[in-house]
């Protein structure tokens, strides 16, 4: 991700005083926007949405563990200030006596090696220990929580000298969520035996409301017990899976309707070095065999929510799975080292890396009797994923480094899977030296698809309405996979979200080429976040979708598969002279014309629109209009800095008459989308 600096206001402004005076002297005459076919094929796919684990996207965010480091793997590493005990506190009650230790003598799975001791020297009324979760744990009254751990009994009594334990002696934790002040919500049992892990479950059922709660763990028997992997889950996740996504979080993602999702990332991919590459075979399989790691934005990571649950997710929403893989090298800001960091998985080992990437296609899309195939039927999915889409590498510096490891990747997966569309990497920005040489990389290997980044401020935006115009269409095609108008003070403004929508009437014009688009990040967690704006932020409590989120709603929600050309007053397509910007779709399968109107002027536009030659409206227009004050955000952006709306910027909609000629006024500072039944033809794709 890239941060581009400007004056975003001033320039901006003087964009809407041009376009202003452009459209003052006809505003007696109603502004034409003339349809024209005919109709040529375009990708159904263009808008979806690009997931990283970014601002406590998932651990503390979709993924609905609530409870904080559950592994005791936390570390300096993670954040300077954590150890694997961190957010883990000691409880002695009613004359109760013990201590909180560490240990990884003996632990569940080498991935997963650490894990808490609690001493219990005296009983008392309860020893153990707590947990408050990220920011304090959210319940509420009557829903019920599924608790589980990892247990083992290490000694009764006395560490020295005690005596055996027998493999069916029976001990008994108590978990219990509480108050801060200790109050009872709900508890369960949690029974065992013997000395050797084991995994008891339970379900507790909330008997209040509480913004704050605790999971307090009691031991019962004097001695020392081990924990690992404590969890605590709603059952009522989405799709009531289990290991599931918060349910209101994966819900407002859902309402997206994406027709794909990119994960893991995102710098996250290639990692802060070598050995913090994302490696999707330690994120399948049961969660206490997962390898956690440190998250390259400085904080941690626990794979719970893994490769399965980002397809099994992808399967639910109805969106193509577009998962993206390291192209065998680390990130170029590694080791906090300027760009300078970027290192390569030596060449002996590249025969097997390339094995893992070959692995994940067949994980997702082998038979169950498959090696791999099997695993992914093991977890509870023998139905192939259908895999179509295969990212390698992620803004990575374009050096000789890097381009002989995409070559040996690109060559193996075109070998053995023709049908996966590889998607290259051309760095993060929209120009420059790795921009240029990674397209001319995709062009020597006739790469299927190259995936584009930027950031820019909102004028840019307006200005680059015909980028795509111009690429030629027997290259590479493109993804573009990050981007965001970025306006003053990183906001995510009605202003922004109108220069995006102008920018998605281009790329719905360019869709034969610009295959697939997403905005950039997806989520971010109130208090917990590394960057901004983001589409979606929300806390403990609450989701709160930015005014850009509609927009990127819009556009899903009304696409089509294919397009006709559209001149406002007589200019080219994607003119942004008159500061009115406008795309045109059909679907098919609907046999509905869809046309998006973005008026970024300060004065309502009245619109005179001529459809296709040989197409007529065969019922009322359906329309769904944005607008409001440019320089508000929507409430709870954590950026608004005073500056937001009093109410959420939605879209609204209504029905329109549809009579000839057909006229529309498109509010200032608006996104419009009109839908139309039509009937006739004029000639298609």
């Known amino acids: 991700m890239r941060n581009t600096p400007s004056n975003l206001l001033a320039l901006l402004t003087a964009i809407v005083l041009v376009a202003s005076l452009a459209t003052s002297s006809q505003a007696q005459e109603p502004l034409a926007i003339q349809i024209t076919g005919p109709a040529t094929a375009i990708s159904p796919d263009l808008v979806g949405v690009f997931f990283e684990d970014i601002n406590y996207a998932a651990d503390g965010g979709l993924y609905a563990e609530l409870i904080q480091n559950r592994s005791f793997e936390y570390s300096p590493l993670d954040r300077l200030e954590w150890t694997p005990l961190s957010y883990w506190e000691m409880v002695n009650r009613g004359g109760g006596k013990g201590s909180l230790g560490l240990d990884a003598s003996r632990p569940l799975h080498p991935n997963n090696p650490q894990y808490a001791v609690v001493y219990v020297d005296n009983v008392g009324d309860g020893v153990g220990v707590r947990n408050s979760g990220f920011d304090g744990i959210a319940v509420v009254k009557g829903a019920k929580y599924d608790v ?28 219990r969520l509480e108050t801060r002040d200790g109050q009872n919500l709900g508890e369960t049992q949690l029974r065992f035996t013997g000395s050797d892990w084991q995994h008891p479950t339970g379900v507790i059922t909330v008997n209040k409301r509480e913004s704050n709660a605790n999971l307090v763990l009691l031991a019962n028997t004097q001695g020392a017990v081990a924990l690992d992997v404590v969890s605590l889950f709603p059952q009522d996740t989405f799709r009531n899976r289990k290991n599931g996504l918060r349910r209101d979080l994966a819900e407002t993602i859902a309402a997206l309707q994406p027709k794909f999702v990119r994960f893991p990332g995102g710098c996250l991919v290639h990692g802060n070095g070598l050995g913090n590459m994302y490696r999707w075979k330690d994120t399948i399989g049961p969660i206490e065999q997962r390898r956690a790691q440190s998250n390259i934005w400085r904080y941690h990571q626990t794979m719970g929510l893994g490769y399965f649950e980002y397809f099994q997710f992808c399967e639910d929403i109805g969106a193509k799975p577009v998962p ?22 030596p060449l002996d080992q590249m025969d097997d890396y390339v094995q893992e990437v070959l692995d994940l296609i067949e994980w997702a899309n082998g038979p169950a009797d498959s090696e791999w195939g099997a695993k992914r039927a093991a977890a509870g999915h023998p139905e192939p994923f259908n895999l179509q889409y295969l990212g390698v ?26 049908e996966i569309t590889v998607i290259g990497t051309v760095g993060p920005a929209p120009a420059g030296p790795d921009f240029e040489q990674g397209w001319s990389i995709a062009d020597t290997l006739g790469v299927d698809m190259v995936d584009e980044h930027y950031y ?15 690429y030629d269409r027997s290259k590479s095609q493109v993804y573009l996979g990050e981007y965001a108008a970025h306006d003053h003070g990183r906001q995510a403004t009605l202003r922004s979200a109108l220069a995006e929508a102008a920018y998605l009437t281009h790329l719905e014009r360019n869709a034969d080429i610009v295959r697939l688009a997403s905005y950039a990040p997806l989520l971010a967690r109130r208090g917990h976040t590394q960057w901004h704006p983001d589409l979606i932020y929300f806390d403990k409590h609450s989701v709160y979708p930015t005014v850009n989120y509609y927009v990127q709603q819009l556009f899903s929600l009304h696409s089509g598969d294919q397009q006709f050309d559209v001149r406002i007053a007589g200019r080219e397509p994607g003119d942004p002279s008159t500061g009115v910007f406008a795309s045109a779709v059909f679907d098919s399968k609907e046999n509905t014309l869809v046309l998006k109107l973005v008026n970024t002027t300060p004065e309502s536009e009245v619109t005179r629109i001529e459809l296709p030659e ?29 500056r937001e ?16 000629p057909l006229e529309y006024v498109a509010p200032a500072f608006s996104v419009s989308v009109l839908r139309l039944k039509v009937k006739g033809s004029g000639g298609g794709a």
């Open 148 to 175: 589980s751990l990892f247990v083992r009994q290490l000694y009764v009594e006395r560490r020295w000298g005690g005596r055996a334990i027998p493999e069916d002696q029976a001990f008994t934790l108590t978990a």
């Open 324 to 345: 993206v893989v390291p192209a065998a090298v680390c990130c170029q800001n590694s080791g906090i080292t300027a760009g300078r960091g970027q290192e390569g998985l």
């Open 393 to 418: 590498g992620n803004e990575d510096h374009i050096t000789p480094i890097f381009r002989k490891r995409f070559e040996i990747i690109h060559q193996a997966i075109k070998a053995k899977h023709p």
């Open 456 to 470: 820019m401020p909102p004028e840019w935006f307006l200005e680059n309405t015909r980028r795509y115009d111009q």
């Open 614 to 642: 040989g197409y007529s409206a065969e019922s009322d227009a359906t329309v769904h209009v944005l607008s409001g004050d440019p320089v508000h955000s929507n409430p709870m952006d954590p950026m608004s800095r005073g």
């Open 645 to 660: 709306a009093e109410t959420p910027m939605v879209p609204k909609a209504s029905t329109m008459k549809v009579a000839q």
